[in-house]
């Protein structure tokens, strides 16, 4: 039995989130991970921009840090130019981290910086009421798509390897130990780890679109997730509209701060 | 006696600010300003500390908060158009209670405007440029060497205050070149280190309105918000936590205006004609004053370096006795229209010139015997 | 005795916001709805340990504990 | 005692630097008081790119122009611009064979050199030209004494050129000092 | 007599626009403004205008002062943090002197602050918030039927100064309902067509200090900066033309301050307590002001509409006449302050509140009392 | 002989770049490759940044905007939505485009929004004095790497791939005629087209690179270009530090604002 | 005359559209000025979420409460917070069973009936439970009349479910004829 | 006549900012510096019209036409 009291503000919950929101399910995950890890909680920092998902970090044990929409990343990357080692995980939601804080993560990926980013995917704006996002799929509704949305969507594994992240992965709510693994995963990676967690947002996304419960959400994401080894033999038309999931990416190249104390300041004489 | 230098004001920010303890500078260039991030990318390696240049403004304040809050101080430098960007990562930081310094070298505005041209324009931005109400710490020195020992009084204030501080600037300022004395005994505020039980502990319990904020990394697991917060640092925005919060914060800064007020006076004591003016263009000023006080006139010069908290009740006192108040700026007037808060309008005199030159003595002198 | 495991159900029902994930997923139905729709154990005997509500539960509010 | 000098040019051509030496000859090693500002375009390059000094017994107050007492011109431009910026009996230093000087006012002080041709004889290369221009300036006016020149030389040319750059500053005190 | 139509301040923002001639609309949701960018979504293709949600609120300016430059009468809305992201590019709409409107329905600040609460907090910002010296105009409304036909009249100042107009509202009058009668016989202000030789238009050409500049795409091709530029619309960063730029900027709004300017005078004339709030707090002192009237009181209420430029005139008209001045806002006194400039700071109470509900007509009535 | 004046505002001549910066000649090829669009001058819509190459807007006798730092594409995607007509074409550096504009490139690719992208990559912040970009290759110096520059660099191409654009090339000033092409494959594309053209800056980022001259910069890019077709020849570790031009994506999805009017419009009535 | 009501409640429980259903009525179809505002905290769901609602002869100036004259509650914190804003004889209307009354001041006109309940029976779903209320309300206390309770209803509620909520309306008006 | 096509090389010296591309680039040094290196023709028959110098000359400072 896992006890999560260990890793959790136990008096802030109940949570705020919605009953089944897949945020929680998320949470989960990321703390069973992070468990494995064996940190110090002292040496763990979370980070989070603003959304419903990034109000995650209240609820953590950890050194936690509630930022500006979208700009969890930037104040993450502060934080660990400032303390290498720390352990930085950021907690962030698709409109967070690829609408208003797009260059921020695409930056960092390039960096590669050790930051551990799950990326909660729910395909809308939760908690200003459900407009469309970036990964809104075309075709639904959303508060500002009355008339169904037309914008393509980001393939957000595709940019983060795209920008140069040296872990790139994508899970789902309906497989949550699959996920916990892909988290685990990423925390290992030193340098930037991505991990996009597709949920479910049944308040703002679902109930505009004829799925009024969080079980009913989580079978439409299950239904459509295909593991990356079985999209290998699909054919692009079968593909559509598909989750792919699985580690699409696992390399090792030279952490951001690891480099820069290894050269930078060892040119400059400084070091510490 | 120390040390001299032969400094460009850039350059002495930077080194200042090296000296007050700057280990960690996010920034992104702008024209007149990008030496200062030069100077730390070349100065902080050596010294153990870190550079980086983010992919823009908003990204550089953001990761120097996120520096500051992990122990480190922290500072980025830009121009008007950056500067800008940065409203609302600097509101976060007023908000946050976190301290480090934002150098703004101002240029002309507004927007692209004159990027190679001083000014003094973004006075007011300075003040209100962020939404919501917040109290303000807004420094401006007038030459080199004062550029070095009031960007480590700006470093001194936000760690005691823990409040972003804001270090004016001008074109003409950054880019000029003059000697400075790098004294031995300057003090510098070190960065507080706080102990206590973690299960128990409030990160924005307050010792006289300042709160007792710990580093994150250093064994007290504490939350940070931008939301209206209680001492525990975890969302609380009824509206009795708010009004008791937004009171506080501009408490903490008014009521500490003897430390944080700092503005210098020259010239005749209880002058007739009182020149007021901040920045390089007070030096105008300055030599404006000499030449008339040679010539028997009773001029005075009132130049505050803290901007913000503006030293109002000093500037009242000098006004009431003067006949006449000079207020000289590169802008369109921004301080002699704040000014009329306190000063009696018929008294006030405003020489603003926007043409990417200071305003010369010889102007000041004129306008200055006119008015008499 | 390698004989069947059984389970202890623990519901939290302060944070149980009824949204049936649980029960949903429960594939024994040892568990299901009481009249609020918040969890509730129906029979716990059924229970085989599976993990399954604990993983989709986002309030942290069910755990199985394995009897010993 | 304030002496107000401009060196006036286009981008690339170093008067910013030239500025910048000479008023760290002036104030660390002749321990009198200076200030330098500067005045540039927007353009990357070839726009105007000057400088101004102030030297003075006592603090500097103005930092700018009043009426200069001296100009140190690389440009045409950069001549005329300035004429009316100038003391009536100014002294005005020019390069030779690239700035022409007709109905120059009788009471300026009127002395040029071939800076750019000077350089180019030394250093195959027109770089140095505003530190043979400042050597001419040093012999010519003895604002700023050699020796401080050269330390404030030294100190602020890119490691390497030290020497060429002392040995193009000397060139143009000599030009100076025999014209 | 029109239709009546039951609405929401947001919706009635969105409806006033659309019949104000908007036809694009680029924004990013942000609470209490997103029901504006809602209703625009479903409005806009309905009339062949275009709705577009933008990656953030940098890009949703950036987008109308495009699609305004092509011709389209244009709007974004937000609330205090999207306001902050925005005032580098308001700033470029104001130096390129491009009409559009920018919402701001103002919530608890500073930073993230009280989301769903509302605040006056942002009264400051709108005039100084972007950086340089610029001229601003900033409306108001205190109601539903007021927001539908001032939202109106803010398209009109648009395209008549060509200034972007910030169009002030607070979290109660965005989420309010109110009924509003539709009237048919509003004034709608086009955009203007220009024509002309191309080889020698000049967009930036004055007619009473209004630049008369063409829209993209109808056969003059001029060009458009941030620098500061000539009448052809080029760069000319040379001191004089920026002197000369910024003083006509700040002509252009100025000289027009009876077009521009607007407020509302209730209660007893020259009264001995003028009451003066703006926005929906202003309907508090209104209520107020009734109740002490009603019990003999000589009070009088004083509502600016057109926030900036701010009505200075007649309201130290009006102070003077008065024995006391109450300013009721639901910030730290920002407008009190500003008032300090022109009505005898003796005069001059300020009632604030932050705890997020509006001050109610009994506090008013009672501190109304106690100081006369 | 092409007629360059038929396109340039002649009389803002000589333009204010340096003496032999590649923004000139990228500039020519642009403009020759518009000729052959035989587009009417008053459709075409010419918008840019701020930098040394977004200037390049002052010098075209289209309409013109220069926009902000990093903005031009939000700016152009509103003209776009309100003049689908318009042939808009985006001048930027990599700066702008890359590093404070790095946001509005990968959401205007994302739309697919029909604006033509010609990318100056100069691999330094040139107007602002030689600051290191997102694409300055490590190990080279710049006035903030004065130690030697440690950052990954983005892949330009394979961020406009990975965010979704429909036409994505790349070339060089050392091969004009090439990229006169590119850009003209770009321009008929309607959809978000980038090309990147890998250009020199002498002055910023040869003068501190032992590069003095245009023509050694030019000669260094030349060197290090290898066409695509080549390049799938070659191993990664021959790759490192090339420069992979070619056309790497040319492909047909719906346009966004053709998307709009054909299907929100229509759904909600509207239409023109 | 201005009357002024509480609708009180957490976030789901559609207070606030019950308020804007109210206050339209009585605009629109009464001709009565009115003003309805929001209250909601920051959650996402089940926060407070409740709207007040002014009806008036008048044109109506403070949109707030001064003192409520009613109150409606669907939840038990939704009535203790309020209890310090009625006015001595409020009227105090609350979902039975939801909410319990214990130590309520005498002088509240207080009424109560299962709303939420009576939700279920006729539609299988709690979700009308403040439609039923409305319709309750209408019936006690005369100030809005029911048919234009009903034109308002048809108005805001999503196309469809108009006829459900209209049978919820008059099952509440019922409950409220007879209490 | 099908013989050697003859070419104008126009150099426009109000544009030309002497950065040495064309000459550099130009395969018969048909052009090259002049004094101030800016471009200057030195054999005007050696041009073969291959377009180089155009294609390099940042400035539209050089242009070749075929003499007909
Ligand atoms: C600068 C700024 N712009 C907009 C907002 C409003 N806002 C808050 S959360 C959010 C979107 C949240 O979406 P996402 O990150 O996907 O998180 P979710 O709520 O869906 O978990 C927005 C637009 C804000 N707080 N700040
Ligand atoms: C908001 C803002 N930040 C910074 C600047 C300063 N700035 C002007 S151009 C530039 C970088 C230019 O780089 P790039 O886009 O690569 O163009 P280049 O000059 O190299 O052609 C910067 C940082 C600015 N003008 N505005
Ligand atoms: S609104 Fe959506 S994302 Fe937000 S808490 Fe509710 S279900 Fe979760
Ligand atoms: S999954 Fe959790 S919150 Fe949902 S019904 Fe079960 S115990 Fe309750
Ligand atoms: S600085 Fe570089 S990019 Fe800018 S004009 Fe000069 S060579 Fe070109
Ligand atoms: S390429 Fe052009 S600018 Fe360069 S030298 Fe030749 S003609 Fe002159």
Same mark, same amino acid.
């Given at each position: 039995?896992?006890?999560?009291?260990?890793?959790?503000?136990?008096?802030?919950?109940?949570?705020?989130?919605?009953?089944?929101?897949?945020?929680?399910?998320?949470?989960?995950?990321?703390?069973?991970?992070?468990?494995?890890?064996?940190?110090?909680?002292?040496?763990?920092?979370?980070?989070?921009?603003?959304?419903?998902?990034?109000?995650?970090?209240?609820?953590?044990?950890?050194?936690?840090?509630?930022?500006?929409?979208?700009?969890?990343?930037?104040?993450?990357?502060?934080?660990?130019?400032?303390?290498?080692?720390?352990?930085?995980?950021?907690?962030?939601?698709?409109?967070?981290?690829?609408?208003?804080?797009?260059?921020?993560?695409?930056?960092?990926?390039?960096?590669?910086?050790?930051?551990?980013?799950?990326?909660?995917?729910?395909?809308?704006?939760?908690?200003?009421?459900?407009?469309?996002?970036?990964?809104?799929?075309?075709?639904?509704?959303?508060?500002?798509?009355?008339?169904?949305?037309?914008?393509?969507?980001?393939?957000?594994?595709?940019?983060?390897?795209?920008?140069?992240?040296?872990?790139?992965?994508?899970?789902?709510?309906?497989?949550?130990?699959?996920?916990?693994?892909?988290?685990?995963?990423?925390?290992?990676?030193?340098?930037?780890?991505?991990?996009?967690?597709?949920?479910?947002?049944?308040?703002?996304?679902?109930?505009?679109?004829?799925?009024?419960?969080?079980?009913?959400?989580?079978?439409?994401?299950?239904?459509?997730?295909?593991?990356?080894?079985?999209?290998?033999?699909?054919?692009?038309?079968?593909?559509?509209?598909?989750?792919?999931?699985?580690?699409?990416?696992?390399?090792?190249?030279?952490?951001?701060?690891?480099?820069?104390?290894?050269?930078?300041?060892?040119?400059?004489?400084?070091?510490? | 006696?120390?040390?001299?230098?032969?400094?460009?004001?850039?350059?002495?920010?930077?080194?200042?600010?090296?000296?007050?303890?700057?280990?960690?500078?996010?920034?992104?260039?702008?024209?007149?300003?990008?030496?200062?991030?030069?100077?730390?990318?070349?100065?902080?390696?050596?010294?153990?500390?870190?550079?980086?240049?983010?992919?823009?403004?908003?990204?550089?304040?953001?990761?120097?908060?996120?520096?500051?809050?992990?122990?480190?101080?922290?500072?980025?430098?830009?121009?008007?158009?950056?500067?800008?960007?940065?409203?609302?990562?600097?509101?976060?930081?007023?908000?946050?209670?976190?301290?480090?310094?934002?150098?703004?070298?101002?240029?002309?505005?507004?927007?692209?405007?004159?990027?190679?041209?001083?000014?003094?324009?973004?006075?007011?931005?300075?003040?209100?440029?962020?939404?919501?109400?917040?109290?303000?710490?807004?420094?401006?020195?007038?030459?080199?060497?004062?550029?070095?020992?009031?960007?480590?009084?700006?470093?001194?204030?936000?760690?005691?205050?823990?409040?972003?501080?804001?270090?004016?600037?001008?074109?003409?300022?950054?880019?000029?070149?003059?000697?400075?004395?790098?004294?031995?005994?300057?003090?510098?505020?070190?960065?507080?280190?706080?102990?206590?039980?973690?299960?128990?502990?409030?990160?924005?319990?307050?010792?006289?309105?300042?709160?007792?904020?710990?580093?994150?990394?250093?064994?007290?697991?504490?939350?940070?918000?931008?939301?209206?917060?209680?001492?525990?640092?975890?969302?609380?925005?009824?509206?009795?936590?708010?009004?008791?919060?937004?009171?506080?914060?501009?408490?903490?800064?008014?009521?500490?205006?003897?430390?944080?007020?700092?503005?210098?006076?020259?010239?005749?004591?209880?002058?007739?004609?009182?020149?007021?003016?901040?920045?390089?263009?007070?030096?105008?000023?300055?030599?404006?004053?000499?030449?008339?006080?040679?010539?028997?006139?009773?001029?005075?010069?009132?130049?505050?370096?803290?901007?913000?908290?503006?030293?109002?009740?000093?500037?009242?006192?000098?006004?009431?006795?003067?006949?006449?108040?000079?207020?000289?700026?590169?802008?369109?007037?921004?301080?002699?229209?704040?000014?009329?808060?306190?000063?009696?309008?018929?008294?006030?005199?405003?020489?603003?010139?926007?043409?990417?030159?200071?305003?010369?003595?010889?102007?000041?002198?004129?306008?200055?015997?006119?008015?008499? | 005795?390698?004989?069947?495991?059984?389970?202890?159900?623990?519901?939290?029902?302060?944070? %149980?916001?009824? &949204?049936?994930? #649980?029960?949903? *997923? +429960? /594939?024994?139905? =040892? @568990?299901?709805?009481?009249?609020?729709?918040?969890?509730?154990?129906?029979?716990?005997?059924? %229970?085989?340990? &599976?993990?399954? #509500?604990?993983? *989709? +539960? /986002?309030?942290? =509010? @069910?755990?199985?504990?394995?009897?010993? | 005692?304030?002496?107000?000098?401009?060196?006036?040019?286009?981008?690339?051509?170093?008067?910013?630097?030239?500025?910048?030496?000479?008023?760290?000859?002036?104030?660390?090693?002749?321990?009198?008081?200076?200030?330098?500002?500067?005045?540039?375009?927007?353009?990357?390059?070839?726009?105007?790119?000057?400088?101004?000094?102030?030297?003075?017994?006592?603090?500097?107050?103005?930092?700018?122009?009043?009426?200069?007492?001296?100009?140190?011109?690389?440009?045409?431009?950069?001549?005329?611009?300035?004429?009316?910026?100038?003391?009536?009996?100014?002294?005005?230093?020019?390069?030779?064979?690239?700035?022409?000087?007709?109905?120059?006012?009788?009471?300026?002080?009127?002395?040029?050199?071939?800076?750019?041709?000077?350089?180019?004889?030394?250093?195959?290369?027109?770089?140095?030209?505003?530190?043979?221009?400042?050597?001419?300036?040093?012999?010519?006016?003895?604002?700023?004494?050699?020796?401080?020149?050269?330390?404030?030389?030294?100190?602020?040319?890119?490691?390497?050129?030290?020497?060429?750059?002392?040995?193009?500053?000397?060139?143009?005190?000599?030009?100076?000092?025999?014209?």
């Amino acid at each position: 039995m896992f006890d999560y009291s260990k890793y959790l503000r136990m008096d802030k919950l109940p949570h705020i989130w919605c009953y089944g929101c897949g945020n929680g399910i998320i949470l989960k995950g990321a703390v069973r991970a992070i468990d494995k890890m064996g940190w110090d909680k002292d040496s763990v920092m979370a980070v989070s921009g603003i959304g419903c998902s990034s109000r995650a970090t209240g609820y953590v044990d950890f050194n936690s840090l509630h930022t500006l929409h979208g700009r969890a990343i930037p104040y993450a990357t502060g934080i660990k130019m400032s303390r290498p080692d720390l352990n930085v995980i950021v907690f962030t939601g698709d409109g967070d981290a690829t609408a208003i804080g797009g260059n921020h993560f695409i930056h960092a990926a390039r960096r590669n910086i050790d930051l551990t980013v799950v990326l909660f995917n729910n395909n809308i704006y939760g908690m200003t009421g459900g407009q469309y996002s970036p990964t809104t799929p075309q075709g639904y509704f959303a508060s500002t798509a009355p008339y169904g949305h037309i914008d393509p969507s980001f393939d957000i594994v595709q940019l983060a390897m795209g920008s140069g992240a040296t872990f790139v992965a994508r899970s789902t709510v309906a497989n949550p130990r699959e996920m916990e693994k892909f988290i685990h995963e990423g925390l290992k990676n030193k340098g930037f780890s991505l991990i996009e967690v597709v949920s479910n947002c049944h308040e703002r996304f679902g109930k505009r679109n004829k799925m009024k419960s969080p079980y009913e959400m989580i079978e439409w994401i299950r239904s459509r997730a295909v593991s990356k080894v079985k999209a290998e033999t699909m054919e692009p038309e079968e593909l559509e509209g598909k989750i792919i999931t699985g580690i699409f990416r696992q390399e090792t190249r030279p952490e951001y701060v690891e480099a820069y104390d290894s050269f930078v300041m060892q040119k400059a004489g400084g070091g510490n | 006696m120390g040390e001299i230098k032969f400094l460009q004001g850039n350059e002495a920010c930077a080194l200042g600010a090296v000296r007050a303890g700057l280990r960690f500078f996010g920034g992104y260039p702008i024209t007149p300003s990008s030496e200062i991030a030069e100077q730390c990318a070349r100065l902080l390696p050596r010294v153990g500390g870190r550079f980086i240049q983010m992919e823009d403004e908003i990204a550089s304040i953001a990761s120097i908060i996120g520096g500051s809050l992990a122990g480190t101080k922290s500072m980025t430098a830009t121009s008007g158009p950056g500067f800008s960007l940065m409203q609302e990562a600097l509101g976060y930081g007023i908000m946050a209670e976190v301290p480090f310094v934002v150098v703004n070298v101002m240029r002309g505005g507004p927007s692209t405007g004159h990027p190679t041209g001083p000014s003094q324009g973004d006075i007011m931005q300075a003040r209100w440029g962020t939404h919501g109400d917040h109290p303000v710490i807004a420094l401006y020195p007038e030459s080199v060497p004062e550029t070095y020992y009031e960007i480590i009084r700006a470093f001194n204030l936000a760690e005691r205050f823990r409040q972003p501080v804001v270090f004016l600037m001008d074109e003409i300022l950054g880019k000029m070149n003059e000697s400075v004395e790098i004294r031995d005994d300057i003090e510098i505020i070190p960065r507080r280190k706080i102990e206590g039980d973690p299960s128990r502990y409030a990160p924005y319990a307050m010792k006289e309105d300042i709160p007792q904020t710990a580093n994150y990394g250093e064994g007290l697991r504490f939350h940070v918000t931008g939301l209206f917060h209680d001492e525990t640092g975890f969302p609380d925005v009824s509206g009795d936590n708010i009004q008791r919060s937004i009171d506080r914060m501009f408490r903490k800064i008014e009521e500490h205006e003897d430390v944080i007020g700092k503005w210098e006076e020259t010239g005749t004591v209880d002058p007739d004609i009182l020149l007021v003016s901040v920045g390089t263009q007070a030096r105008s000023a300055k030599m404006a004053c000499k030449e008339l006080n040679r010539e028997g006139i009773s001029a005075g010069v009132f130049r505050p370096v803290t901007v913000w908290p503006f030293p109002e009740k000093r500037l009242a006192e000098l006004s009431r006795k003067a006949k006449k108040v000079l207020i000289i700026e590169m802008n369109k007037g921004q301080l002699a229209d704040e000014c009329r808060k306190f000063i009696d309008g018929d008294k006030i005199i405003a020489l603003n010139q926007l043409n990417s030159e200071m305003i010369s003595p010889r102007e000041i002198i004129s306008t200055a015997k006119g008015v008499l | 005795m390698a004989g069947k495991k059984e389970f202890l159900i623990k519901i939290n029902l302060d944070f %149980c916001k009824a &949204c049936g994930l #649980c029960y949903s *997923y +429960c /594939p024994t139905k =040892a @568990i299901g709805p009481d009249h609020e729709f918040r969890a509730s154990v129906k029979d716990v005997a059924k %229970c085989i340990g &599976c993990l399954q #509500c604990e993983n *989709y +539960c /986002p309030d942290f =509010a @069910i755990e199985i504990e394995e009897k010993k | 005692m304030r002496y107000e000098i401009i060196f006036s040019g286009i981008g690339g051509q170093g008067m910013i630097l030239c500025g910048k030496i000479a008023a760290e000859a002036a104030s660390l090693y002749e321990k009198k008081h200076s200030v330098q500002t500067v005045y540039y375009g927007p353009e990357s390059r070839g726009g105007i790119a000057e400088s101004y000094v102030i030297i003075s017994d006592e603090p500097v107050d103005y930092p700018k122009i009043t009426k200069a007492d001296a100009l140190v011109a690389m440009s045409q431009s950069g001549l005329e611009r300035h004429l009316e910026h100038l003391h009536e009996n100014a002294v005005v230093v020019i390069d030779k064979g690239k700035v022409s000087v007709e109905n120059l006012p009788e009471t300026f002080s009127l002395s040029s050199a071939p800076f750019t041709e000077e350089s180019i004889r030394i250093m195959a290369r027109p770089m140095a030209a505003n530190i043979v221009a400042l050597g001419f300036f040093s012999a010519v006016t003895e604002m700023i004494s050699p020796d401080a020149c050269k330390k404030a030389i030294r100190h602020n040319v890119p490691a390497g050129t030290e020497e060429k750059n002392i040995a193009a500053f000397e060139a143009g005190f000599d030009l100076g000092r025999h014209a």
